[in-house]
């Protein structure tokens, strides 16, 4: 069982940048592939970057590759999702998700955060 924690929304102009962090609890932390999501009101949840295990693989939507960074520290069992050059369509409830296997984009994830908002205004 994994329980994850999202933190570091909240509300920001265009052109500013948030850190978002997923505290996860357990000690295997290290063996899932973590993911971001993202939801807005009346829109489907959609990809925004995930990461291997690892760190050695990432992936990004196409609406923020070259704006979002993810990263981990397995050592104090946290992802990261620094957020740059932010967009008012950036507004969204940001989800943290953990998988052991699966297609990074797919949210077909195994456990998920309960979430946290992000409003960018213009």
């Known amino acids: 069982q994994v329980q994850l924690v999202e933190s570091g929304g909240g509300l920001v102009q265009a052109g500013g940048s948030l850190r978002l962090s997923c505290a996860a609890s357990?000690?295997?932390?290290?063996?899932?592939?973590m993911g971001w999501f993202r939801q807005a009101p009346g829109k489907e949840r959609e990809f925004v970057a995930a990461i291997s295990w690892s760190g050695g693989n990432t992936y990004y939507g196409d609406s923020v590759k070259g704006r979002f960074t993810i990263s981990r520290d397995n050592a104090k069992n946290t992802v990261y999702l620094q957020m740059n050059s932010l967009k008012p369509e950036d507004t969204a409830v940001y989800y943290c998700?953990?998988?052991?296997?699966?297609?990074?984009?797919?949210?077909?994830?195994?456990?998920w955060g309960q979430g946290t908002q992000v409003t960018v205004s213009s």
């Open positions: 998700a953990a998988q052991l296997a699966g297609a990074p984009r797919v949210p077909e994830y195994d456990y």
């Open positions: 357990g000690r295997t932390f290290g063996s899932y592939a």
